[in-house]
């Protein structure tokens, strides 16, 4: 039977096997010509697949065990690469630790959502990748390395996109537990927020800004700040009275608690409650992440677009991501405003808008989501990548071969 990714979008080609354990993954690994790894399935395309030949694998980690070790003295905590980030946050609470950050859908595999880049919101928070100290890898021979920080390959290996090996345990960066509280804001008009857009975007540890680009404005503000700050006022919008969901009609109790009502981190920092299908689930994504200061200036284009995106779009978001320094990060080297797309699961439509999106986004240095919907190829990114030339030397060395490589690989490094 034909299986697919999560938003029922893609359609795997090649074979799957379920490994039980890091030593069947490594004996897989080392007999396949070609290998992919699959996480929680939440990319949009064919990243994870192999489609350009009959005899790759692909190999699920689903029946690999959740494990989280706590090492107080350092604060970090060594978890498997295939564990769901709910899960491992649910461990971390019960031991009196946090993470400083978690994407708005807690469903997703840490190793997955590490290697492409993923992020929360917040002025001062790096994406997901930020908190990692070290990777333990499966490579192209079935040997595990250790890769730590302040190794010479280290801001390479990251952000990785697979090519490097399949990923089995992730040392976290853990912090004491906190709690936050989240109040969500409505009718921020377009003048309000040209007005004091960096007051806006830091007017809590985390935010998001829910859109359709009409000329309504900002639709919805989430803001997610920690208990002992001071709660955040949104000045020129409203305070919502009930939960909201940021699409239209979605269900509210698959969302997190709102209201202002203190909670622990876990439960305020996603969008949405690990128990729930979340977003919508029929749909598809895209994201551009460009340099901060442009945030104005790719507003203004996109709202000039609103009338072709509407037909198409569910809804629009827009976060930061403080800057870091893996290579192939989409926040690499600047602080930067994420514009993210929740399109109708109607492919050819939305790969027909696309390209009009790009070609208003790119030239303000915008890179794409590496897991989510784009047609950019290795022309338009490699100037957005200063560092690309740097990983792909760093692939020659570990895979060689290119037992990890795919045609989605090919398209965006070259």
């Given at each position: 039977m034909a299986q697919t990714n999560w938003a029922g979008s893609h359609t795997y080609r090649a074979r799957i096997e379920r490994v039980r354990s890091v030593e069947h993954l490594q004996e897989v690994v080392a007999a396949a010509p070609r290998v992919r790894a699959l996480g929680s399935r939440h990319s949009f395309t064919d990243l994870t697949d192999i489609t350009d030949t009959d005899d790759g694998v692909l190999v699920s980690l689903v029946d690999l065990p959740t494990t989280v070790e706590v090492d107080s003295s350092t604060r970090t905590a060594r978890v498997t690469g295939r564990a769901a980030y709910g899960d491992v946050a649910t461990r971390l609470q019960a031991a009196g630790w946090a993470l400083g950050n978690l994407a708005s859908l807690p469903h997703i595999s840490v190793a997955g959502a590490v290697a492409t880049g993923t992020h929360g919101s917040g002025v001062e928070n790096g994406s997901l990748a930020t908190a990692v100290t070290s990777l333990d890898i499966v490579g192209p021979g079935g040997d595990v390395c250790t890769v730590s920080r302040g190794d010479a390959d280290f801001e390479g290996s990251v952000v990785s996109l697979g090519a490097l090996g399949v990923v089995t345990a992730v040392t976290l960066e853990v912090e004491p537990t906190y709690d936050l509280r989240q109040d969500v804001w409505t009718g921020l008009s377009w003048e309000a927020l040209a007005a004091g857009v960096d007051t806006v975007l830091g007017s809590a540890y985390s935010v998001s800004l829910f859109t359709r680009w009409g000329d309504a404005g900002i639709d919805q503000v989430w803001l997610k700040s920690r208990t002992d700050d001071a709660a955040a006022e949104l000045r020129g919008a409203l305070r919502a009275t009930t939960?909201?969901?940021?699409?239209?009609?979605?269900?509210?109790?698959?969302?997190?608690?709102?209201?202002?009502?203190?909670?622990?981190?876990?439960?305020?920092?996603?969008?949405?409650?690990?128990?729930?299908?979340?977003?919508?689930?029929?749909?598809?994504?895209?994201?551009?992440?460009?340099?901060?200061e442009h945030a104005l200036l790719a507003v203004e284009r996109l709202r000039a677009l609103g009338g072709l995106l509407a037909p198409v779009l569910q809804v629009g978001e827009l976060r930061t991501v403080a800057a870091d320094g893996h290579w192939l990060s989409s926040s690499y080297g600047h602080d930067v405003l994420a514009l993210h797309f929740t399109w109708l699961r109607d492919p050819q439509r939305v790969y027909a808008v696309l390209p009009v999106v790009e070609a208003a986004l790119l030239p303000l240095g915008a890179r794409p989501h590496w897991g989510k919907c784009f047609t950019a190829g290795v022309r338009e990114l490699e100037p957005l990548y200063p560092r690309l030339p740097d990983f792909r030397e760093l692939r020659e060395r570990v895979d060689p071969d290119r037992v990890f490589g795919n045609a989605f690989l090919d398209r965006v490094l070259g």
């Amino acid at each position: 039977m034909a299986q697919t990714n999560w938003a029922g979008s893609h359609t795997y080609r090649a074979r799957i096997e379920r490994v039980r354990s890091v030593e069947h993954l490594q004996e897989v690994v080392a007999a396949a010509p070609r290998v992919r790894a699959l996480g929680s399935r939440h990319s949009f395309t064919d990243l994870t697949d192999i489609t350009d030949t009959d005899d790759g694998v692909l190999v699920s980690l689903v029946d690999l065990p959740t494990t989280v070790e706590v090492d107080s003295s350092t604060r970090t905590a060594r978890v498997t690469g295939r564990a769901a980030y709910g899960d491992v946050a649910t461990r971390l609470q019960a031991a009196g630790w946090a993470l400083g950050n978690l994407a708005s859908l807690p469903h997703i595999s840490v190793a997955g959502a590490v290697a492409t880049g993923t992020h929360g919101s917040g002025v001062e928070n790096g994406s997901l990748a930020t908190a990692v100290t070290s990777l333990d890898i499966v490579g192209p021979g079935g040997d595990v390395c250790t890769v730590s920080r302040g190794d010479a390959d280290f801001e390479g290996s990251v952000v990785s996109l697979g090519a490097l090996g399949v990923v089995t345990a992730v040392t976290l960066e853990v912090e004491p537990t906190y709690d936050l509280r989240q109040d969500v804001w409505t009718g921020l008009s377009w003048e309000a927020l040209a007005a004091g857009v960096d007051t806006v975007l830091g007017s809590a540890y985390s935010v998001s800004l829910f859109t359709r680009w009409g000329d309504a404005g900002i639709d919805q503000v989430w803001l997610k700040s920690r208990t002992d700050d001071a709660a955040a006022e949104l000045r020129g919008a409203l305070r919502a009275t009930t939960t909201m969901h940021m699409l239209e009609g979605g269900a509210t109790e698959s969302v997190t608690q709102q209201g202002g009502v203190p909670g622990p981190w876990l439960d305020r920092l996603p969008h949405f409650r690990m128990e729930f299908t979340p977003s919508r689930g029929a749909e598809l994504q895209s994201e551009y992440l460009l340099p901060r200061e442009h945030a104005l200036l790719a507003v203004e284009r996109l709202r000039a677009l609103g009338g072709l995106l509407a037909p198409v779009l569910q809804v629009g978001e827009l976060r930061t991501v403080a800057a870091d320094g893996h290579w192939l990060s989409s926040s690499y080297g600047h602080d930067v405003l994420a514009l993210h797309f929740t399109w109708l699961r109607d492919p050819q439509r939305v790969y027909a808008v696309l390209p009009v999106v790009e070609a208003a986004l790119l030239p303000l240095g915008a890179r794409p989501h590496w897991g989510k919907c784009f047609t950019a190829g290795v022309r338009e990114l490699e100037p957005l990548y200063p560092r690309l030339p740097d990983f792909r030397e760093l692939r020659e060395r570990v895979d060689p071969d290119r037992v990890f490589g795919n045609a989605f690989l090919d398209r965006v490094l070259g």
